[in-house]
């Protein structure tokens, strides 16, 4: 059985001589990744936070067991997950970016559009990532009230303006 783990932050570089790391957090509260300690490695290695400032950009952690600058470049680029039994339950209105992967949308008239491959953010808010039968390539929709009509347990519902899927869109059967 595979475990369910949930991204929550990423260590960008080292800090200092010292050990310390650049930090990352992906949680709604940005500080409170440090209370999810330790954190696993997709490869299953647990990173412990020590301590925890915040910064411009991000936190500067010490983590336990990293003393020097070559131990905390090697960390560079690390993914950090949490078992999802260890996070809390989301409010009525919230959803966990993970929850959403795999999961089907469907317009307002109930017709099939795809399946959710990925959520980006790009600064301006997330974007699910959508895979639309027979377009070669997927579909970015705001994952934003204006659009989301309904977001369940099993499937999101969306309204999109007419011609939404019509700009840049690629059929699999045309040539590149």
Known sequence: MTRDLVLVGAITA?????GEVKLRS???DP???????PLETAAGRKIEIARVRPQKDGFIAILKG?????????LRGTELFVPRERLPEPEDDEVYVHDL???PVHLSDGSLLGEI???ADYGAGDLIDVKVEGLKDTVL???ADQYVLETREDRIVIDL???FLDADAKREDEAP
Not at 14 to 18: K, S, T
Not at 31 to 37: E, K, P
């Open 26 to 28: 992906f949680t709604a």
């Open 66 to 74: 990293v003393t020097d600058r070559n131990a905390a470049e090697a």
């Open 161 to 163: 303006p007419e011609g």
């Open 117 to 119: 491959v990925d959520v």
């Open 31 to 37: 500080g409170a990744i440090a209370s999810y300690s």
């Open 14 to 18: 080292a800090h200092g001589i010292r």
């Open 141 to 143: 929709i705001p994952f």
């Open 101 to 103: 992967i795999g999961m």
